[in-house]
């Protein structure tokens, strides 16, 4: 129970009657999510929606119907995730992140992606900053779980800038490693075989580019998809670079590819920790990177969590567990380690 004394109530009113239904939802469903999210009552008539709860609450829900009210009059459409993201990014703590920040009119600023087909809005905190990351820096790693938005916003941000011509090039390559699973031999030619381990980055390019373009794009070279092993020997100019999977990467593979970067080139390297499947004993080239180059000038690093997976709300409880058990087993092992005696 929330006291007495820090119980409050606000009313907020909407100028465009034609959007209120898109912003309550049908049946009142995106109030209702809110209300859920946020512990806070919202009660809609008219243009208007009275809040009432918790400072805090009161504050977040207010801040969140704002943005996705400003979504609507930008001519978007309103999904779940939306309306999820903007919950999650109005709860963020300012002490967490500089970012999001707040507009003189006390609404959320939310970095987003925008290309002819599609306009993409930060839905968490750490995508907010990954997407300002990648304007601010030319080299930026990007690393956590699953379904965290990692590699789709790499390749959306690298397709805007290809599609406002930026950039002469989009290089999308990831190292051609096995799940834990033998594929055995692939038919075909190199474009054939490597095509499996590549579907990740061809979903995002044809949701943020007309089919028949990335198709051009593919045949002309502008849009180019190579395994790792082919990046050696290579200068990397005028482009966009993206390295998926990047901690199957070895240590030489992943030096050999960050000094491929040419002159008005960005590279972004995505990757989870979690998820190595080098042969045992083999360090992963992301995670000597990132120890290598801490504090090297020009180089932003985002990580995301569990609090930041924007797939079904599941996933971030099972990577969650997943942590959990995965932390439980380290202590387990370094009690059981045997003790060195002291000379």
């Known amino acids: 129970m929330v006291p007495a004394s820090d119980m409050t109530h606000m009313v907020i009113a909407f100028d465009d009657n034609r959007l209120i239904g898109d912003l309550f939802g049908q ?22 929606v009275t809040i009432k709860g918790s400072h805090d609450g009161c504050d977040q829900a207010c801040l969140a119907l704002e943005a996705l009210y400003q979504r609507l009059q930008q001519g978007h459409e309103l999904h779940p995730g939306d309306v999820e993201g903007a919950i999650r990014m109005a709860s963020a703590e300012a002490g967490q992140l500089a970012l999001p920040t707040l507009e003189p009119r006390s609404r959320l600023a939310f970095a987003q992606i925008s290309t002819k087909l599609k306009t993409i809005v930060a839905r968490t905190p750490a995508q ?30 690298a397709a805007a800038l290809l599609e406002r011509g930026e950039i002469d090039r989009v290089i999308l390559s990831r190292p051609a490693v096995e799940a834990g699973e033998r594929l055995g031999f692939l038919p075909g030619d ?10 990740p980055l061809y979903d995002a390019l044809y949701e943020m580019m007309p089919g028949e373009k990335v198709e051009r794009g593919m045949i002309s070279g502008v849009i180019e998809v ?76 985002v990580r995301f969590t569990e609090r930041d997976v924007v797939r079904h709300e599941l996933v971030a409880r099972i990577v969650a567990a997943y942590d959990k058990a995965g932390a439980a087993a380290h202590e387990a092992a370094a009690e059981n380690a045997p003790r060195v005696p002291r000379a």
């Open 128 to 157: 907010d900053a990954y997407i300002r990351a990648m304007d601010r820096a030319d080299l930026i790693f990007g690393i956590g779980p699953a379904g965290t938005g990692k590699t789709f916003l790499a390749v959306a941000y």
């Open 27 to 48: 049946f009142d469903q995106n109030l209702a999510l809110i209300e859920r999210r946020l512990g806070i009552e919202a009660i809609g008539r008219g243009n208007q």
């Open 226 to 301: 190579a395994p790792l092993a082919f990046m050696r020997g290579r200068t990397l100019s005028n482009a966009v670079v993206i390295l998926d999977e990047a901690q199957n990467t070895t240590a030489m593979q992943m030096k050999m590819f960050l000094t491929r970067l040419g002159d008005n080139a960005k590279m972004i390297v995505t990757g989870d920790l979690s998820q190595v499947d080098l042969l045992r004993g083999v360090i992963s080239g992301l995670r000597e990177a990132l120890d290598v180059l801490d504090g090297v000038e020009g180089i932003a690093r």
């Open 190 to 199: 190199i474009k054939e075989k490597v095509d499996p381990y590549f579907r």
